[in-house]
């Protein structure tokens, strides 16, 4: 069974870090490209960071660039996103998805809760 498992996230003060995974099972990482979403209460999903398959390209929004870091672990088959700096305006879901050869994967995580608060 194909699963993406996100976790890592939780409560934080703002000028925070967290990281969160994105670790697989049923399918090898490498071969995909995968990003980083979010949802925040009342708001649609919002592209946030994405790492291609090919040459580990990394891609970030405006919102999180220099604060965010994406990176892939192969050996551990999972994709992190280092946040650092975390403001109130991150508090989200983050969820991952898997895309290969521009197809998403019909496949959901349960997410993981962001709360960035003092």
């Known amino acids: 069974q194909v699963q993406l498992v996100e976790s890592g996230g939780g409560l934080v003060q703002p000028g925070g870090s967290l990281r969160l995974s994105c670790a697989a099972s049923?399918?090898?990482?490498?071969?995909?490209?995968i990003a980083w979403f979010r949802q925040a209460p009342g708001k649609g999903p919002e592209g946030v960071s994405s790492?291609?398959?090919?040459?580990?390209?990394?891609a970030y929004a405006d919102s999180v660039k220099g604060r965010f870091t994406i990176s892939r672990d192969k050996a551990t088959n999972t994709v992190y996103l280092q946040m650092n700096d975390l403001k109130p305006e991150d508090t989200a879901v983050y969820y991952c998805?898997?895309?290969?050869?521009?197809?998403?994967?019909?496949?959901w995580g349960q997410g993981t809760q962001v709360l960035v608060s003092s």
């Open positions: 998805r898997a895309s290969f050869n521009g197809n998403w994967l019909n496949i």
């Open positions: 049923g399918i090898d990482l490498k071969y995909y490209a």
């Open positions: 790492i291609s398959s090919s040459d580990g390209s990394t």
